[in-house]
């Protein structure tokens, strides 16, 4: 069982260590009219776009959730975060060596954060009833339901999370995966599965080998527009390089 802890006080990322950050997303509706007020007017359009109310608040937390915890480590207001996309429409942010990667599903969003390290993240939420469809096709009609359910949104997380942390389209890290030794490309990366929440599964993706993860707990009361922490222990490793 994974500890969340809450992020208070000075926050410390050093080289080979990813912080991993847990959003509740129904818990985090309540703080959704503030965190509007730090996205851009092309997050706000798209927010726009969802059709359902939930979907539509589960984007605006999600979105608004990153800001603040990349806003917390750069000591910076996170309405003045900039973000550009990669080919694939990979997010990074405009300047500066922090990496970092979101995910969201139903309920939970997941968030990765780096110093330097290419990063990807992908959560799931468990659905028994896709045994029937996809999940069905992969894995012995045998095999428990749920644990073929598990098992198809394992692979799945670890394809997605691999695809983002790389830039890449989803269908072009197929190969890589089934056929690791065929170019060595994912001898390159540390796959890592875990389960964040009760019926939930997912896998953080990270250039080169195991790192040592911090697991936070984002806080909704955590103050959005003026950030308190000191981003000090971001940088105190450049002198070591």
């Known amino acids: 069982m994974l500890c ?3 992020a208070r006080g000075l926050l410390e990322l050093q080289d080979r260590e990813i912080h991993i950050w847990r959003v509740d997303l129904d818990r985090g509706v309540l703080a959704a009219d503030e965190l509007q007020t730090i996205l851009t007017p092309e997050e706000l359009r798209k927010a726009r776009l969802f059709r359902f109310e939930c979907d539509r608040n589960s984007y605006i937390v999600a979105r608004g959730a990153l800001r603040t915890i990349l806003a917390r480590y750069l000591n910076r207001p996170a309405r003045e975060l900039v973000f550009r996309s990669g080919i694939y429409g990979k997010p990074r942010l405009a300047g500066g060596e922090l990496r970092f990667n979101l995910s969201h599903c139903p309920g939970l969003a997941l968030c990765a954060v780096s110093l330097r390290t290419s990063v990807g993240i992908d959560v799931e939420k468990v659905l028994p009833d896709l045994e029937r469809g996809l999940s069905v096709r992969v894995f012995s009609p045998g095999s428990p339901v749920t644990l073929r359910s598990r ?6 997380t670890r394809s997605e999370a691999y695809a983002k942390a790389r830039g890449l389209a989803i269908w072009s890290v197929e190969r890589a995966l089934e056929h690791p030794r065929s170019n060595g490309s994912q001898a390159r990366w540390w796959l890592h599965d875990f389960v964040p929440s009760q019926g939930y599964v997912a896998t953080l993706a990270a250039r080169g080998g195991a790192h040592q993860l911090r697991h936070y707990q984002w806080d909704v009361d955590v103050p959005t527009l003026s950030p308190r922490l000191s981003a000090r222990a971001i940088f ?4 070591s390089r």
Request: hydrophobic share 45%.
């Open 4 to 6: 969340w802890l809450p």
């Open 151 to 156: 098992r198809f949104f394992q692979s799945w």
């Open 236 to 239: 105190a490793s450049r002198g």
